[in-house]
């Protein structure tokens, strides 16, 4: 499912920014953006993401932006090397009889009399902080995804409705199918001028179970009640269910084509071609889901 969130805290005259969307995928995927001095920490945030979510692509971006005085850069002079300058400067005035107007900017800009230094700060402290602003983002992608896998189960349960409708019309179906192959089974008898067996011989009744076995769907309509049930219960449950849902739909998928095979049957094929169309659709959505 997708979803987005944003955390932000402050902390040691730093501000910290926490960025998460995510995209569908079948796996859960986490990719990070750390500052450089932040890199300790995202195998912590890594595992805060996986206790989290279980399926998915999750992209975070993790920003820390120092205030003017927590970066302040600390300044010194190097009073030795500077006489050293003034005075190399003042004899090499003399020698070449030049004035001697050596100005104090210049001498600033002379290697190693100005010396700069960005002030040392411990990433770690950031650590808390870090993982506060980051358990915000990951709130408020969760309270998103939640609202579309909300949206999500109300689609299924409408389309896990309009299966349970379809297969009740199989299943009142079915009878009729096996009484008129039966009676295409006695007709071809009599088409070959084939003495007609008596009711209760063997022979014909070894034929009539044979067949019967062959074209009779009950098992798979059963069977499939039972999946849509289970189906239901996940809709209901606040677990993650996404991969079990994926089975339930493989398994409904198999037992809508040994119905369709089964069959053979104009009227039940049409009703096979409905629940084939109207589970596909299922089993994309289920794609998406937690």
């Known amino acids: 499912m997708t979803g987005y969130g944003r955390g932000e ?10 960025e998460l969307n995510t995209v569908n995928r079948k796996q859960v995927e986490v990719s990070l953006g750390l500052p450089s001095e932040l890199g300790f920490i995202e195998s912590e945030l890594r595992d805060m993401v996986l206790a989290s979510v279980s399926r998915g692509r999750v992209n975070g971006r993790v920003a820390l932006r120092y205030s003017g005085a927590s970066r302040a850069v600390s300044v010194a002079f190097n009073e030795g090397q500077a006489r050293v300058y003034r005075r190399e400067l003042g004899r090499l005035a003399k020698l070449l009889r030049i004035p001697d107007d050596f100005s104090l900017e210049a001498l600033l800009r002379l290697p190693g009399v100005l010396e700069t230094s960005e002030p040392t700060l411990d990433a770690k402290v950031f650590r808390t902080p870090v993982k506060r602003a980051f358990a915000q983002a990951l709130e408020a992608l969760q309270a998103m995804r939640e609202k579309e896998g909300v949206n999500l189960g109300r689609d ?135």
């Open 156 to 290: 299924l349960a409408k389309r896990l409705a309009g299966l349970r409708r379809t297969a009740k019309r199989v299943t009142k179906r079915a009878p009729a199918v096996l009484k008129q192959h039966r009676e295409r089974l006695i007709g071809r008898l009599n088409n070959v001028n084939v003495e007609m067996p008596r009711a209760d011989d063997d022979r014909l009744l070894q034929e009539m179970l044979y067949y019967t076995d062959r074209m009779d769907i009950t098992e798979e309509l059963t069977r499939l009640d039972s999946h849509f049930a289970q189906v239901e219960e996940c809709l209901r449950a606040t677990q993650p269910v996404g991969r079990r849902l994926d089975f339930l739909a493989q398994e409904i998928f198999r037992e809508i084509n040994t119905v369709g095979s089964k069959a053979n049957d104009a009227v039940i094929s049409r009703e096979v071609v409905t629940l084939k169309t109207e589970l596909e659709k299922i089993r994309e959505q289920v794609q998406n889901i937690e």
């Open 9 to 18: 805290c402050t902390a040691r005259g730093a501000h910290i920014t926490v």
